[in-house]
């Protein structure tokens, strides 16, 4: 084993990561009428709190973080947001200084998320929404670093190129359970790491990454993930679905919690509605209008994250 190896498994057991996620096969009359096979990667269960995408993205900056102790984090994120709450998870377990800066201010009115990162000892800072803004401004960078010598300053959603790292080794997972054949792979798409991270891992082969939008974003999101990725002139081999934001990020119409309820108890999948649910609607959707060619394989990728919707 590789030294990297080596540290990489030691951070997974200290963190207490169930690695690898498996795939499931699933059944239904819909899939059968469409003559193709729907698989779903359970990355939701790589852990109860690093879940999902967040624990791919977070897995390096944690490697690095851990190898120098000394060092603060900073990051940024909403009164929700799954990658903070992940993020603050793994800095208590590896005993890493965090700081949060929010979105706004929740001092009299806090979510779930913000209690338990509050436990866990993170140092939050409440911004207002145009200081907010300023997250990837070079001179605001600047002023962070002077303000926090010496940290580690991890983007909104932990999109940066660190994590598409830990995304490809999605790639190396499914080639290890057999299972490395898709012809579509999906996920949803929101700061755009995870669909980059996947599209860099299967670039050159037969597999399409299609990313779902669970937010109002088209061109923004293209460009999100087109910043992530070299241009190496190669053929692009993914591509953004905007038809299933149900009218925005987070926006979740009866009708969206309704299905994800019943698909949710069908085929005992938890789902919540800002993430997992759009893709998990889009996926039935796309299959049931033949949108797949007869004998296709398709993946999707549930992302985790179900803390995000427990005030919802
Ligand atoms: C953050 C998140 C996403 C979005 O991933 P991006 O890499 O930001 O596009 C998708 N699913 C879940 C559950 C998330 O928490």
Redesign the pocket.
């Known amino acids: 084993m590789s030294d990297c190896q080596q540290l990489s498994t030691q951070l997974q057991q200290k963190l207490g990561i169930v690695s690898p996620s498996p795939v499931h096969a699933l059944q239904a009359s819909w899939i059968t009428a469409a003559q193709v096979k729907v698989y779903v990667k359970r990355d939701d269960l790589l852990h109860q709190i690093i879940s999902?995408?967040?624990w791919r993205?977070l897995k390096y900056a944690l490697l690095a973080a851990s190898q120098r102790s000394s060092s603060r984090l900073v990051t940024f994120g909403g009164g929700h947001s799954?990658?903070v709450h992940a993020l603050a998870y793994g800095c208590r377990a590896l005993e890493l200084p965090l700081t949060a800066i929010i979105r706004g201010d929740y001092r009299a009115n806090m979510t779930p998320m913000l209690n338990d990162i509050a436990d866990w000892g993170c140092d939050i800072k409440f911004v207002d929404k145009t200081t907010y803004q300023q997250r990837q401004n070079p001179s605001y960078l600047a002023k962070l670093a002077r303000d926090f010598p010496n940290s580690m300053v991890i983007p909104e959603?932990g999109?940066d190129p660190l994590a598409m790292h830990g995304l490809a080794e999605i790639r190396s997972e499914l080639v290890d359970q057999q299972h490395e054949d898709f012809d579509y792979i999906l996920a949803?798409?929101?700061?755009?790491?995870?669909?980059a991270g996947l599209s860099q891992a299967f670039i050159g082969t037969h597999t399409q990454i299609q990313g779902i939008a669970?937010l109002k974003g088209q061109g923004y999101l293209e460009s999100l993930v087109a910043q992530l990725l070299e241009n190496d002139g190669q053929q692009p081999n993914w591509h953004i679905d905007h038809q299933y934001h149900f009218g925005g990020y987070a926006k979740r119409p009866v009708e969206l919690i309704d299905w994800c309820n019943d698909f949710s108890q069908q085929f005992a999948l938890p789902l919540e509605p800002i993430?997992?649910g759009k893709l998990f609607y889009a996926l039935q959707d796309k299959v049931g209008r033949g949108h797949y060619p007869k004998g296709s394989r398709i993946l999707a990728l549930h992302?985790?994250?179900l803390q995000?919707a427990r005030s919802v």
């Open positions: 999902g995408n967040k993205k799954n990658h959603g999109s949803p798409c929101a700061s755009g790491g995870t669909l669970v993430y997992s992302t985790g994250g995000g």
